[in-house]
């Protein structure tokens, strides 16, 4: 069995959706120098729908293709879709990553929900924090 499923591979290879919005919504970034994947997530949003979305990741394939993958599960989809996308789905939609590797799909997640947040906050809309909550104690924050 390969380490990596084709759809990494693919993901890896042929990433999706990678860039800057400039006037984005809403920006996420997470990462940790010391362990090298750093991960920033730009939404665009209309009418509580993510119309566009980029990244900008500099990791690992896994990080990469953790990325691309989240991106593509979220575009075109309501804003609380993406608040409930979880790292779990990410890995699932890959086929799959390495146990060692699955906080590449953790980063995904966290990158999408600091960039909601970012939006919230940007736009005084009300929020729940107990969602938000797990992204003050997470050992990937800057």
């Known amino acids: 069995m390969a380490l990596y499923s084709d759809k990494v591979m693919d ?18 970034e997470v990462g940790n120098a010391k362990c090298g994947d ?10 509580g729908v993510i119309v566009d979305v980029k990244f900008e990741t500099f990791g690992c394939g ?4 953790s990325s691309s993958m989240a991106t593509e599960l979220i575009k075109g989809k309501p804003v609380a879709d993406a608040l409930a996308l979880t790292n779990k789905a990410v890995a699932e939609a890959l086929d799959g990553l390495p ?3 699955m906080h590449c799909s953790v980063l995904a997640e966290e990158a999408i929900k600091k960039a909601l947040l970012d939006y919230y906050t940007k736009n005084d809309i009300p929020y729940d924090a107990t969602v938000f909550a797990d992204l003050d104690d997470c050992c990937h924050d800057d």
């Open 38 to 47: 750093i991960m920033k997530i730009y939404l665009k949003i209309e009418d």
């Open 62 to 65: 896994s990080a990469i293709a």
């Open 99 to 101: 146990a060692y590797k």
């Open 11 to 28: 993901h890896f290879r042929n990433p999706r959706n990678v860039g800057v919005i400039s006037d984005a919504d809403g920006v996420g």
